[in-house]
């Protein structure tokens, strides 16, 4: 029986240290790591998602400002948003809440935050950086996946890693990390064939499908590190991942549930990355 991963207890840990480190910010330099959360239209998972890092901000003692914007803001008007907040010294990052209304182009919007603010790590050069591992910033979600494997001991080096999706933000950046930490590393995606016998290889399968219940026990080999992204909605509405978990928990040696697993670790990492942005627009040492 698997391992439970326990995400929610990483988190905090994680959110502890940034706490600590912010304090250290604040009385030794009287620095304010400060974040603005950009919101546009009233999509209630937005919302949602804003509510709980502004919150997670003022538990850490990062400073944070909301732009609520109506969904019939133009694209000039966002991107003078933007352009104001790269230029305000109290600010370190900046977050654009996706997805945007139609209408807006998010890749547009994404290019016109200054790439040291680029808390998400989504702009192209940051993206870049991470192509050749000479990064500031990661992605929250990959970022997070590493840090558990790190926190539970699971080296990666020489092992096969199988990522199933290729997104830019998930499947594509954690294939590089995992290949960085010299994972010998295979993206599947929804062309691949002979899926199960890949994932049947891995010894750190990575699911990021976005189906619930994807990943069946024939995919999983006995021993595997199973790490679900996924967060979809089963037939009952209630949250799942893309691991079938009853089935696969038997099988594999450490396992991510959902709730609980990954899903902590993002708003813990982007913590993480405010604070980084802090130190870099200061020019102190990471």
Known sequence: MAERIDGKAVAAAVRQEVA?????????????PGIAV???GD?????IYVNNK???????????????????????????LIHQLNENPAIHGILVQSPLP????????????????????????NV?????????????????????????????EGKRCVVIGRSNIVGKPMAMLLLHRNGTVTICHSRTKNL????????????????????????VKPGAVVIDVGMNRNENGKLCGDVDFDEVEPLAS????VPGGVGPMTIAMLMKNVVSAAKIQNHLPL
């Open 20 to 32: 600590q480190e912010v304090l250290r910010l604040k009385e030794e330099k009287g620095l304010q």
């Open 38 to 40: 950009v919101i546009v």
């Open 43 to 47: 999509d209630p998972a937005s919302r």
């Open 54 to 80: 502004k919150k997670a901000c003022s538990e850490v003692g990062i400073y944070s400002e909301e732009y609520a914007l109506p969904a019939s803001i133009t694209q000039e008007e966002l991107t003078d």
């Open 102 to 125: 139609k209408g807006l182009d998010e890749k547009a919007v994404v290019e016109n935050i200054d790439p040291k603010k680029d808390v998400d790590a989504f702009h192209a050069l």
């Open 128 to 156: 870049g950086k991470i192509m050749i591992g000479d990064f500031e910033f990661l992605p929250c979600t990959p970022a997070g996946v590493i840090e558990l494997l790190d926190r539970y001991g699971v080296a990666i």
């Open 196 to 219: 199960a016998e890949i994932c049947r290889e891995a010894d750190i399968l990575v699911a990021a499908v976005g189906k619930a219940k994807f990943v069946t026990k024939d995919m």
């Open 254 to 257: 450490y396992i991510t549930p």
